[in-house]
């Protein structure tokens, strides 16, 4: 089956430890993206990356890093820096934006919280 | 950056049509408008999306309006797996911009 993995489902730390959410999709989709989702509120995008090996920061990527170093792959960062990461963190993935215009995909998502 | 406005909820009896409003006054010629729906604690889906034409789907419809700052999401006949929220957002080929969106409510 095709789709978007994420892991894990529920993720907890402690305050000013740093945590990687995993991202995979075997879609072979060229862009990648990542959202915040606050209760009760719309999605923010993080990070989205169009090809391998680059990556472009969205709205809200202070106290976030990605990397892409495979197609299938986009992990995130939730670094010490970030003053709220208690959220749900959802990945998608689409065709390259010539492709469908732009359909997303999008995975089950990870609920994070910090204490 | 282009924003959409949408009512925070609608309810629908089931087995009527319901339209959903979307307002994007600011948007520009090279954005697509696109909508997708959430259930609870789960990744948004995509539901369909369009330039300047209407648009016709197995699950719904899109009436974009002539100037383009308007579109109405069309469910035919809605169910209780219909309820969700709504999300109306504008597309450039290099992100989407996701609004507050409408949550739907849907009566037996």
């Known amino acids: 089956d095709g789709g978007i993995t994420q892991s894990p489902k529920y993720l907890f730390r402690k305050e000013g430890q740093n945590v990687t959410l995993s991202c995979e999709q075997n879609?072979?989709?060229?862009?990648m993206y990542w959202y915040r989702q606050d209760p009760g509120q719309g999605l923010r995008l993080i990070y989205y990356?169009?090809?391998?090996?680059?990556?472009q920061k969205g709205d809200i990527a202070e106290g976030y890093s990605v990397s892409r170093e495979k197609k299938e792959s986009f992990p995130l960062t939730v670094t010490s820096a970030q003053k709220n990461p208690t959220a749900f963190y959802l990945c998608?993935?689409?065709?390259?934006?010539?492709?469908?215009?732009?359909?997303?995909?999008f995975g089950p998502g990870t609920r994070l919280t910090v204490t | 950056d282009a924003k959409t406005t949408q009512p925070n909820s609608m309810e629908s009896n089931e087995e009527e049509p319901v339209h959903l409003p979307c307002n994007h006054s600011t948007i520009s010629g090279t954005d697509y408008i696109h909508w997708y729906r959430q259930l609870p604690s789960q990744g948004p889906e995509y539901v369909i999306h369009g330039l300047t034409s209407n648009v016709n789907n197995r699950m719904a419809s899109l009436a974009i309006a002539e100037d383009r700052k308007s579109s109405t999401l069309i469910l035919h006949r809605a169910t209780l797996r219909d309820a969700a929220v709504y999300y109306c957002i504008l597309y450039n080929f290099n992100k989407f911009y996701f609004g507050s969106g409408t949550k739907l409510n849907v009566k037996p």
């Open positions: 879609l072979n989709h060229d862009a």
């Open positions: 990356s169009q090809i391998v090996n680059d990556f």
């Open positions: 998608a993935s689409s065709t390259s934006p010539s492709g469908r215009m732009g359909e997303q995909y």
